[in-house]
């Protein structure tokens, strides 16, 4: 509730009345600032939030931008389209270093039965990607496993996710 956005936002010292907006950057600090301070508000670690915020924008998405799912047929179809929808909100930067920015962050490569996503970004949030895709795969009612080669968080220099499909839940 709008409580504990303002504690979030303070603990995090984001001055009060801050409005954050899609065709604005904001510094990898920031963003690691208020993730911290939500998991203290939430009491949860960070792969907990990492989920809970996947449930809660996967909800949002639906009611807010229905016509991505319904231009996909499968969860692949989705998530081959995620890094088009990714790499509009950079359109409306007017720095061209900050679109660039947001662009460079990820980009997949298909295969037959499987995708596997390159992600590399100082905030590290590769278990969001891979809680977000767990539900698209879900929403979709497809099945698939999702595993994770390479990671930031244990040093390797970009995360590489691999997500590989089985058809459809019977």
């Not at 303002?6 to 010292?13: D, P, S």
């Not at 963003?31 to 990492?50: I, K, N, P, Q, T």
């Not at 081959?80 to 947001?102: M, W, Y």
């Amino acid at each position: 509730g709008s409580e504990a956005v303002a504690q979030t936002m303070k603990l995090a010292g984001v001055p009060e009345g801050t409005v954050f907006r899609m065709n604005e950057t904001y510094s990898d600090e920031q963003w690691r600032s208020l993730f911290e301070a939500s998991c203290r508000v939430l009491g949860v670690d960070a792969v907990a939030a990492e989920h809970q915020f996947a449930q809660v924008f996967l909800r949002f998405a639906l009611e807010r931008f229905p016509k991505w799912f319904e231009m996909c047929g499968t969860a692949r179809e989705f998530l081959e389209l995620q890094p088009l929808i990714h790499n509009s909100f950079a359109t409306g930067l007017a720095d061209p270093r900050a679109r660039r920015d947001v662009i460079d962050k990820f980009h997949i490569e298909t295969a037959p039965e499987q995708i596997v996503v390159h992600y590399c970004s100082p905030n590290q949030m590769c278990g969001l990607y891979m809680a977000l895709a767990q539900l698209v795969i879900q929403h979709y009612k497809d099945v698939a496993t999702i595993r994770e080669s390479s990671c930031m968080r244990r040093g390797d220099d970009k995360c590489v996710i691999t997500v590989h499909w089985f058809g459809k839940d019977a």
